[in-house]
């Protein structure tokens, strides 16, 4: 009787067992790659409920709980990896140690595939025949967005069809983080370059940088094609700046406001100019003007805002450029500030009449022009030569002048040429206006005059 007993239970033990505790996992994608979302799932079955369902991910980190309230149960979660490896994922319940509970399966978990491309920018350029040209190119770098790595490229070679004219021996490296990088090179292309490629009969060549690392390596290709100044892009040459007495550098008085800036800028190809010009690092006007290819450009601070005289002192004026892009060291000029104040810059005074290169009858004449607000007096002169001192002059607070036939025939002769020129004064001190010197010519005979 005993025995049988001890069979029963035996049995009543399996069968509970086999019914009720039975747990069963899943794991979707394995293998699995670093970084992808793992889908973990466990079932259960109890003989009774409430009963904890858990399950462990391998990795150190905390699992996940499901708190079953009915038969079966499910727990469905998902986890990442961060490093590849063997990971034992677990499922177990906190209401027996059955088998089989828990359970357990292998989850492989591997690098993802990575790659790397490259891409120049830009990836062409025109250039002038019998020239040698500064080029700035960008390495625009796109990879496996978890890609962290170094490349490093030892030089760039010049190629013209499958033969190598040159190199530049110069290395770049490039940290690429999170699949992104980029990195700059400054190609100085010279003459010789380019004479050697026309001597390969090619009127094209190419400037390659291959980067790589233990892992990888990648190539950049930029292409050249040789043209003529007017064809070529857009490339400044030379540039130089002065001011108005052709020096780059000039002292003027306090608050004196005709002082310019001039820039002289050599230039190939067409294309937008832009730049601002600069005093002791403060903007004072800027620059956006299409130039068409006529080899130079003139370009001059403006009448306003005028380069600021305010200030006694020494003033450093920069015409900084933006684009394009240019390795030309962009020069820089200074004015001094003196601290005695500018006399004011006389007005324009018109003449009337004669007009220029007029041919007079030989007898006293009227000479006339536009009168000027606030002014006392005026002072007209003539002269034999423009350079010389003046033959007679006179002064008139009206706005024309006759000659005196007293002083007409000591001083002028016919068919003798002359110059005439009026200065107007506020005061006896301050002139107010002067006009150009104007020649003129008293006739021989009695020819109609002008």
Known sequence: MKGKITIFMCMAIILTAGLSWAITLNVSPNPALVGQNVNISATASFVSTPCPLSINFGDGLQGYIQDCTITPCNAITTHTYTAPGTYTITASTGCGAIPPDPVSTLLFVQLPPVSVSVTPVPSSFRIARGQSSAKSIGYQFRGTPSLNITMTSIEGIFMAGNESIGAVPIPLTVNIQNGSGFVSDAVNIPVAIIKRAIQSNANTFTYTRTFSNSQMSVTA??????????????????????????????????????????????????????????????????????????????????????????????????????????????????????????????????????????????????????????????????????????????????????????????????????????????????????????????????????
């Open 221 to 450: 290709t930029v292409f050249f094609t040789i043209t003529t100044e007017a064809g070529a892009d857009f490339e400044l040459k030379r540039i130089e700046l002065y001011f108005d007495n052709r020096r780059p550098e000039i002292t003027v008085e306090r608050n004196f406001s005709k002082l310019r800036a001039y820039a002289a800028i050599r230039f190939i190809g067409s294309g937008l100019l832009q730049g601002y010009w600069e005093v002791d690092g403060r903007l004072i006007s800027t620059v956006n003007q299409h130039l068409v290819y006529a080899k130079d450009v003139l370009l001059e601070t403006p009448e306003i805002p005028p380069l600021p005289t305010f200030d006694p002192g020494s003033h450093i004026v920069r015409f900084v450029i933006t684009s394009p892009a240019t390795a030309i060291p962009l020069p820089s000029i200074v004015y001094y500030v003196t601290p005695g104040e500018a006399k004011p810059i006389p007005v324009k005074i018109n003449l009337i009449s004669p007009l220029y290169e007029a041919s007079l009858e030989y007898t006293p004449a009227s000479f006339n022009w536009d009168p000027l607000d606030s002014t006392a007096v005026y002072l007209v002169q003539y002269f034999e030569k423009p350079d010389t001192g003046p033959i007679f002059s006179a002064y008139t607070r009206g706005s024309s002048y006759s000659l005196p036939q007293t002083v007409f025939n000591d001083v002028f002769s016919p068919g003798q040429k002359y110059y005439w020129k009026v200065t107007g004064f506020k005061d006896e001190k301050n002139i107010k206006g002067e006009s150009e010197i104007r020649p003129f010519t008293f006739q021989k005979n009695g020819k109609e005059s002008y």
